[in-house]
């Protein structure tokens, strides 16, 4: 496992990765974030990293991405649903935690969809902040609201100038 960091428009992004996948995708500082993403070696040159950067940089210039980075994401069978109900969430789309437990085939679990969501290992391109409360609330988000909000923005969900938009 390696580890890169990059810097984003909405500040440094870590990046954990084995040889040909990436593993995590965390703000800085971002909640549920491992100890072991800046315990393993750096390596901001890696292939993976490189992809991923450059993925970010499109991503960031208002580019709808069509494709993601090769993922390998960890987690238990459940989380696996719900991340992968996330990914079929399209650009400048949302869902609701609610809609997320239906697509995962567990309609009561509408809390643990939001555990599970909180758990996202790959921010941004598994993209979590694209998951509103029942009501259209801009519910939590691990890497902090403010850049929930401009994610949002940014795919043409949210009008621009709301608070909390850096």
């Known amino acids: 496992m390696n580890h890169a960091r990059l810097h984003s428009p909405l500040g440094d992004i870590l990046l954990h990765f084995d040889h040909e996948a990436l593993r995590g995708l965390y703000f800085d500082g971002q909640k549920h974030q491992p100890a072991a993403v800046v315990q393993a070696p750096r390596d901001d040159a890696h292939p993976v990293a490189r992809s991923t950067g450059a993925w970010l940089e499109r991503y960031f210039a208002g580019e709808r991405m069509q494709t993601t980075p ?38 009561a679990a509408v809390r643990a969809v939001g555990a599970a969501v ?16 029942s009501d259209g609330s801009l519910t939590g988000y691990a890497g902090g609201l403010s850049r929930k909000t401009h994610l949002l923005t940014l795919e043409g969900v949210l009008p621009p100038g709301l608070p909390g938009i850096r």
Request: net charge positive; aromatic share 6%.
């Open 70 to 107: 090769q993922l390998e994401l960890q987690g238990t069978p459940f989380q696996q649903k719900v991340w992968a109900a996330l990914l079929r969430i399209g650009h400048g789309h949302t869902a609701t935690y609610r809609s997320i437990a239906q697509e995962a085939g567990s309609p």
């Open 118 to 133: 909180g758990r996202n290992p790959v921010s941004i391109i598994v993209p979590c902040h694209r998951v509103l409360g």
